[in-house]
Structures are given as C-alpha cells and as structure tokens.
C-alpha cells in the first residue's frame, strides 16, 4: 500500500525566518505584511520568542547570501525569501531574477531547510501590484504557508533535520 505524506498548514512550533528586499519597498513591504499575517492565521505568534525573524537585504540579488546564513544557524526550520524584480529597458532584470532564484534554490539543496521563493518577476509595476495583493492574491502570503507545508512535510518524512526542532 502507498504512504502518502503531505504537510498541513499549521505553524506550530515552527521558527521561520522571512528576508526581505528594500528594493521596490512599496511591493516588498506588502508581501512582508501579508507574510507574517499568514503566520499568524496558521497559528504562528510573531510576537513569541525566536518564532519569527525578518531580515532586511537591499535587493534580491542579496536574498540567497542571507538565506543561506540564517538556514546554517539552525535556529529555524524554514526561511521565506521576499523580493520584487520589475523588468527594465535593461537585460539586468534577467541577471538579477535568474540569480536570486537559482540562489534561494541552492540555499535550501545546502542545508535541507526549506527556503522559498517569494520573489515577484514582473513585466511592469501593474502585475507587481496584482501579484501583491490584488488580483492574483498576495505572493508573500502564499510563501509563507508553503513554507509552513513545507516544515510539516519534512517532520514527517524525518531523517537530519536542517533547521530547529519542531
């Protein structure tokens, strides 16, 4: 018979670490808002000791070196990654979404924490809005509960642990 495991989303004791990126802050800051009001509706308490740490970065070319800092710590069982990279008249876009990404990524492959991408790419400051908080819900809230899905899938399946103890 097949065992199928799925985590539920429900913080628990789960310590997370949110890092955000200033750059673009009228965006980041709503997907932070939207992060940590997701803890709380799965049972989080931002407010309680060590459940909750958000680091700030300039950009999000800077998320992955603060990722994979707070994931080796050990103090937290998983790190959402905040940031928002809007397409210029420039291949910098490029540069900078495909290096965070492949970043963040190898950060959680690293230290078997997850870390999530909660990065908004968009082609225009419009669909940065709708994806933060608009028409298309709000990516930092969608983060944070895949980070919760995410420690309570990993609890199941055991084995070394890469964050705290849940």
Do not use: W
């Not at 994979?68 to 959402?80: E, Y």
């Amino acid at each position: 018979m097949a065992t199928y495991l799925e985590g539920e989303l429900v913080t628990g004791k789960a310590r997370v670490a949110v890092v955000v990126a200033r750059f673009n802050e009228f965006i980041t800051e709503r997907l932070l808002d939207a992060a940590i009001d997701a803890f709380r509706r799965h049972g989080g308490d931002p407010d309680a000791a060590g459940a909750l740490t958000v680091a700030r970065v300039p950009g999000s070319f800077e998320l992955p070196v603060a990722a994979l800092r707070l994931a080796q710590t050990g103090r937290h069982d998983a790190v959402v990654c905040l940031g928002c990279v809007i397409r210029g008249a420039t291949s910098h876009y490029d540069f900078v979404a495909g290096e965070a990404a492949r970043g963040i990524n190898q950060a959680g492959l690293a230290t078997g924490v997850p870390v999530v991408f909660g990065v908004i790419t968009a082609d225009n400051l419009e669909q940065a809005i709708e994806r933060a908080g608009s028409k298309q819900g709000n990516q930092g809230a969608k983060a944070m509960s895949a980070a919760i899905e995410m420690v309570n899938l990993l609890k199941k399946v055991g084995g070394p642990a890469g964050g705290a103890s849940v």
